[in-house]
């Protein structure tokens, strides 16, 4: 949903030019098999490929920064000023892969071509340069994806958001303007809401965490990146503050949190001023936050909408630790379900 201006501030404001927005890829070929069937040759398409096969990225792999323009008619193509790809050139979703690195971690990759033959990857969770990632799975990609959906994610619909007057209202029957009780600064009003429906798999597929789990009343859906503050009354030994931001994937334990694979699943992303903890199902989880990062992924016309509605783009990150999957792994994610939320 846009927010709109007044009508009089409209019509004195120029209409803003669609801006450009950068996804960071790497070529194809620099996420190369080291190991397998097809050694030696970089990412191919999806009938190419082998499972089991092991790649890496390239150690001197330089990411390129891949402007894309507004949508137009469904197709998805290259904005002038981007590293790779003339402008105009159309782009074409190929496949998703996922990958298991050594520690068990799945990372996906998006398989991109544009039609003058090149062929890059994007990686929708982080990769490292040398390290070892084993082929799993691949899968098409739903035609009616666009590149710009993948950060516009937070909580499902359905999820029952804390009002600053204490009571709860579904996510998507906020609009802005409705004041939402926040942890740190008391009552905010919401400036800005987002919606994307996805298919519900691989890394768009979302985390449940169950009833109960984290002290919520009912079960909260959110995307596998969207992080939940979790406050420990007792600090843990190897992290520096008692506040905690945990994403939800990785609290997954297969039983009270687990992805759910299938169908089609209705996302809402939420803005308030300052990047905010607020409570959704009662538990402390993170808005989203607005920056040159986020914000230039989204839809371009949302994105000069939020840009108008955020001049300088400077939201501050919460104040917390983020945790690793290392550290995860090292004192169990059971032992973090047991923290009491603030």
């Known amino acids: 949903m846009a927010v709109s201006l007044p009508t009089s501030a409209a019509a004195a404001r120029p209409e803003p ?11 194809a070929e620099d996420i190369y ?13 999806p009938d190419e490929v082998c499972a089991g096969d092991i790649y890496t990225l390239y150690h001197e792999a330089q ?11 469904g197709e998805q193509s290259v904005a002038a000023g981007s590293d790779v790809g003339q402008s105009g050139t159309r782009i074409r979703l190929e496949a998703r892969y996922a990958l298991m690195a050594p520690d068990g971690d799945t990372v996906e990759l998006l398989l991109l071509s544009l039609e003058d033959g090149t062929r890059l990857a994007l990686p929708l969770s982080p990769v490292g340069a040398g390290v070892d990632y084993t082929l799993l799975s691949v899968e098409a990609v739903p035609a009616d994806l666009q590149l710009a959906d993948v950060l516009c994610l937070s909580f ?5 958001i804390t009002l600053a007057d204490g009571s709860q209202r579904a996510v998507e029957a906020l609009v802005p303007g409705t004041e939402v ?18 298919r519900a798999v691989g890394g768009f597929a979302p985390v449940v965490i169950t009833a109960g789990t984290l002290g919520n009343g009912g079960d909260l859906i959110v995307s596998q990146h969207h992080r939940v503050f979790l406050y420990q009354r007792q600090r843990v030994p190897g992290l520096p503050t008692s506040e905690l931001l945990v994403q939800a994937r990785d609290l997954v334990n297969g039983e009270t949190v687990y992805l759910r694979e299938g169908g ?35 839809p371009p016309a949302v994105a000069a909408d939020v840009k108008a509605r955020f001049p300088g783009l400077a939201h501050v990150p919460h104040f ?11 004192i169990g994610a059971g032992r973090l379900l047991g923290l009491r939320k603030a």
């Open 264 to 298: 089609f699943v209705d996302y809402c992303s939420l803005v308030f001023d300052r990047h905010e903890i607020i409570y959704a199902e009662g538990v402390p989880s993170e808005s989203l936050m607005v920056n040159d990062a986020t914000v230039n992924r989204l």
């Open 320 to 330: 917390g630790t983020e945790t690793s999957r290392e550290f995860l792994a090292a």
């Open 156 to 160: 499902a619909c359905g999820t029952m």
């Open 181 to 198: 009780l926040t942890r740190d600064h008391g009552r905010q009003p919401l400036r800005w809401i987002g919606h994307a429906r996805l």
């Open 17 to 27: 030019a669609s801006p450009g927005y950068p996804c960071q890829v790497f070529a």
């Open 33 to 45: 098999v080291v190991q397998g069937a097809n050694q030696g040759d970089g990412l191919t398409g």
């Open 63 to 73: 990411p390129l920064r891949l402007l894309l323009r507004k949508p137009e008619a």
